[in-house]
């Protein structure tokens, strides 16, 4: 990084820092990427899924890999997937999930709105999230209803993880082919509609939910944070092209 670069971060910082401190109804908004840098892959990402195909995946669509489809047409193909590459024990936040919930603490935040399934926000403490894809971190049964520990579906044995009842134990996550739960979806565009800071994190704002979610933010003042320019740079007051933890670990709680 030049010199003139780095001036311009700090700058930026600066005003950012300003932004957070006049503000009391800050909406984030995170993509699937918030927790790579806590080395949860991102599903679709390059860089992982496509370069680190296990032999017996190979033939098959990384989407479908984790679809409706798949889990009721060849159970045992999802959940050895799943077993194999969502398994999220073990993973500990990083420095954007805790300054998020030291900002929650300090009553400047209305919602963090994710579309992570890994609950690494509730790890450090944040309450006002809003998984509009579920979470791993709850099971349960297809049939009738009954909570599984979240351990379940790595500690039962069988191929297929199944309830005393006879139903499928599966993760709450939205499944490719599955409508976004609306209680998040609505809670989500209520909490956007009436931020004063909307802070939006690693998502290219092209695909649906972002896209669409994006629209409901009119007014005020939005901050973009994204390796890659976005369609939406033009009307945010501030843009980053950076990692999430370089820029949120210089966000001061005042
Ligand atoms: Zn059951």
């Known amino acids: 990084m030049n010199k003139k670069d780095n001036s311009d971060f700090s700058s930026k910082m600066k005003a950012l820092n300003d932004l957070i401190q006049n503000s009391r109804n800050i909406v984030f908004f995170w993509g699937a990427w918030v927790s790579t840098e806590s080395w949860v892959p991102d599903f679709r990402s390059k860089d992982w899924l496509y370069n680190q ?6 033939h098959y669509q990384p989407e479908y890999l984790l679809s ?4 009721y047409n060849e159970p045992q193909v999802f959940f050895e997937y799943y077993r194999q590459k969502l398994d999220c024990r073990g993973i500990k936040p990083n420095i954007t999930h805790y300054k998020l919930a030291e900002l929650e603490k300090a009553g400047k935040v209305s919602a963090v709105i994710t579309q992570n399934i890994d609950g690494l926000h509730q790890s450090a403490w944040s309450e006002k999230v809003i998984e509009l894809h579920g979470t791993t971190q709850k099971v349960y049964c297809d049939t009738c209803n009954k909570n599984y520990n979240s351990d379940f579906l790595f500690t039962d044995k069988r191929a297929i993880p199944f309830c005393t009842c006879g139903g499928i134990v599966r993760p709450d996550v939205t499944l490719y082919e599955e409508s976004l739960p609306s209680d998040a979806w609505n809670n989500a565009m209520q909490a956007i509609a009436k931020a004063d800071l909307f802070i939006i994190g690693w998502t290219s ?3 649906y939910p972002a896209n ?3 629209q409901f933010f009119r007014w005020k003042h939005l901050v973009i944070i994204n390796k890659d320019p ?7 007051e501030l843009v980053f092209h950076e990692n999430l933890g370089k820029v949120f670990e210089k966000v001061e709680i005042r």
Do not use: K
């Open 53 to 58: 195909h296990d032999i017996q995946f190979d």
């Open 68 to 71: 409706h489809s798949c889990l």
């Open 205 to 207: 704002l092209t695909v």
């Open 212 to 214: 669409t979610l994006v």
């Open 230 to 236: 976005t369609p939406q740079d033009q009307f945010a």
